[in-house]
């Protein structure tokens, strides 16, 4: 469909961005609803991320998504910062007003929590702890989610013990950081084991963790899209524990910066699913 003058304009913002899949995931959703628009890749180099925010304005775009590497970079450049995204200390969602001013916010706690509520919707969280390994930017995020999800108890294991602390200290709430060596024991009455490492993902090591001390009725996410079906979540499955894969977060994260951009909440749907995994 080609666009005018009059199109609704919302994009993504990285460095490289050719392996972004929001371009084809804001695609079908506006397709879907006829909306005469357009979200398209943006590469931005990381000495230009100031001058091409606040160029969005005067360029008559709605909005774009921040990722790799200008999650954290983008932050103080906002005119406002929503609270979720100063806790996690990054965003991924700028919207302009009609004054052209320039507010961010993170919807990854969000499409987090939402993807697990409709895709495990048999977790106890008030039954036992929620164990997340890893203490990178989704963690923040994930960790976020469980608190406000008032999770009794987060362990939180990283390779790098003081990222662990860090992360702890900045969300606050209930997280004790657990040595990365004692995974397989961290898990024991834990209801949810999250992978947020990039471990298990294509071209990286394998994630090394027994499952065996897993309640029968905990679930399982993992992060990691590429492969959708890691070895961890197979494990799992084997066990006849629950899973949960990676691509959903993807998917649910980018509802609310389309209806902010585009004026309609879009429906996460098996279809969209199909057509984003064409391109994993
Ligand atoms: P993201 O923003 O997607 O979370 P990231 O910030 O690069 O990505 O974080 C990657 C996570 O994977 C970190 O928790 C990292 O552990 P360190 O903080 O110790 O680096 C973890 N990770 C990557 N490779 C790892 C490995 N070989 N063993 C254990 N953890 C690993």
Redesign the pocket.
Known sequence: MSVTGSALLAGVMGWPISHSLSPRLHGYWLREHNIHGDYVPLPVAPSNLEHALRALPSLGFRGVNLT?PH?EAGLPLMDSVSDIARRIGAINTVFVSGEGELSGTNTDAHGFIENLRLNAPTWRKNDGAAVV????????AVVAALIDAQVPKVLLL???VA??EQLAKAIGGSIKVVD?GDRDEAIKNAMLLVN????GMVN??K?EISLSALPKIAIVND?VYSPLETELLRAARQMGLQTVDGLGMLLHQAVPGFEGWFGIRPVVTNGLRDVVLKST
């Open positions: 790799v999650k390994l890893g203490a990178g930017g989704a963690a923040r990283n390779r790098t990222k662990a990365w947020t490492t990039t471990l990286q090591p994630l992060l």
